[in-house]
Each structure stands twice: as structure tokens, then as C-alpha cells.
Nanobody
Framework: VQLQASGGGLVQAGGSLRLSCAASGAVFSIRAMGWYRQAPGKERELVATITRDDTTTYADSVKGRFTISRDGATSYFQKQYLQMNSLKPDDAAVYYC?????????WGQGTQVTVSS
């Protein structure tokens, strides 16, 4: 499985960004996708996940502000999105696309999100 993330950038506090992640390869066996983030000096943390039946989970810190979604036209993953609204300086981090296939984890390259106060 290969993951290609895009959509990061610089935004003012209160603004919005939309991250995208395209999956390729053995997409038929992906059971869940999501986003993690890592800020300087901190551990990588879960942001949001979505399963094949569209069950979503969110970190408490982003609930009500971030929305994860995926292409709904098919029963397997092709692309997922993270809509980030009301961004705060604490949201600044490198965001990583993640996928789970069987018992393996796959990671995309990170995309930088910078939030200016």
C-alpha cells in the first residue's frame, strides 16, 4: 500500500485546511485509514480514523472541528480527507496519513500544517 498525502500549508488561527491522502496498491484489503500528527518535541498522536463501514473516531482535542471522510463511491479505500476548521496554534504539526491492512500499518509522507496566531 502506498499513501500520498497533500494539502498542508500555512493558515491563520481560526482558518481551515483540507488534507487529502490517496491510497494505491492493495487498497482492497485496507480496513481503516486515518491521520496522525507530530509536533516538534512531542510524540506522534492519533487525530482521526475512518473504517470501511465509515465508523469514525477523533481525538478529543479535534472533536467538533475536524471531519474525516473518504470517497464513498466504492466499498474500498481510494482517497481520504481531513477537513480541519477553526484551526488553533496547537494544531500545528506534521500530519501523517495512515492505513491499516490486515495487521500491518502503512504511512504516507508527512504534510506540514502551520497555524499562525
Amino acid at each position: 500500500v502506498q499513501l500520498q498525502a497533500s494539502g498542508g500549508g500555512l493558515v491563520q488561527a481560526g482558518g481551515s485546511l483540507r488534507l487529502s491522502c490517496a491510497a494505491s496498491g492493495a487498497v482492497f484489503s485496507i480496513r481503516a485509514m486515518g491521520w496522525y500528527r507530530q509536533a516538534p518535541g512531542k510524540e506522534r498522536e492519533l487525530v482521526a480514523t475512518i473504517t470501511r463501514d465509515d465508523t469514525t473516531t477523533y481525538a478529543d482535542s479535534v472533536k467538533g472541528r475536524f471531519t474525516i471522510s473518504r470517497d464513498g463511491a466504492t466499498s474500498y479505500f481510494q482517497k481520504q480527507y481531513l477537513q480541519m476548521n477553526s484551526l488553533k496554534p496547537d494544531d500545528a504539526a506534521v500530519y501523517y496519513c495512515w492505513a491499516a491492512r490486515w495487521e500491518d500499518d502503512y504511512w504516507g509522507q508527512g504534510t506540514q500544517v502551520t497555524v499562525s496566531s
